[in-house]
């Protein structure tokens, strides 16, 4: 298998120097994505309570449908009781446009549904029922925190994710995340078949 990383030396990000990171306290670049990454932790923790402890960041995920696959990265998986129960993913510019992709990742990243779907440009947000695919809620005053019913109330049994619904979900993370990526999206990592 040979590997192709898509816009790994990304022109579009303006490098302003180094900041340190809120959730592992690594160095990184300070960008302006960066930034809404870094504003992002701090609001899970610090507004809605949240244990750092509980955030996992940059989880990479393989995405595999028609003979294809490919490696992303979600921003936050959120857990509650040692569960994840909430992926929070940043992206620039319009939620409508990420709505549909994040669904879908939220249902082939784990072998359940993840429960609570928010996306994100660091401004305002889109929290969606995983199971139903309905928006709950608009803005970042939406976003549950570790104290509201919405958390507290999950189901101890998750929503399971047929291999139907999978390998639907799987074809609209690809066509949205790899397919449709432009210059911005950093990270994305093919995997081509053939000799290396």
Same mark, same amino acid.
């Given at each position: *298998? ?8 990304? /022109?579009?990000?303006?490098? *302003?120097?180094?900041?340190?990171? %809120? &959730? ?26 949240? $244990? *750092? ?21 979600? $921003?936050? &998986? ?7 129960? *909430? ?22 990243? &784990?072998? %359940? ?30 976003? /549950?925190?570790?104290?509201?019913? &919405?958390?507290?109330?999950? /189901?101890?049994?998750?929503?399971? =994710?047929?291999?139907?619904?999978? $390998? ?5 993370? %690809?066509?949205?995340?790899? $397919?449709?990526?432009? /210059? ?5 990592? =093919? ?6």
């Amino acid at each position: *298998m040979k590997k192709k990383t898509i816009h790994e030396e990304n /022109p579009h990000h303006l490098v *302003m120097g180094e900041l340190i990171d %809120f &959730l592992s306290g690594a160095v990184l670049p300070d960008t302006h994505d960066e930034r809404y990454h870094q504003k992002l932790a701090r609001y899970l923790v610090e507004a809605l309570g949240y $244990d *750092m402890e509980a955030i996992e960041q940059n989880r990479e995920v393989v995405i595999q449908t028609n003979g294809q696959a490919a490696k992303i990265r979600v $921003d936050f &998986l959120v857990s509650v009781k040692k569960r994840v129960a *909430m992926l929070v993913n940043y992206a620039p510019g319009s939620l409508v446009t990420r709505r549909l992709s994040n669904l879908a990742l939220s249902r082939i990243i &784990l072998p %359940f549904q993840i429960p609570v779907v928010v996306t994100t440009n660091g401004e305002d947000a889109e929290v969606i029922d995983g199971n139903s695919g309905k928006v709950t809620g608009q803005g970042l005053a939406a976003i /549950p925190g570790y104290s509201s019913q &919405l958390i507290r109330n999950l /189901p101890d049994t998750p929503f399971t =994710v047929d291999a139907s619904l999978f $390998d639907k979900a799987s074809k609209i993370a %690809f066509a949205c995340e790899v $397919d449709g990526a432009c /210059p911005c999206d950093t990270g994305i990592c =093919v995997i081509e078949s053939g000799s290396s």
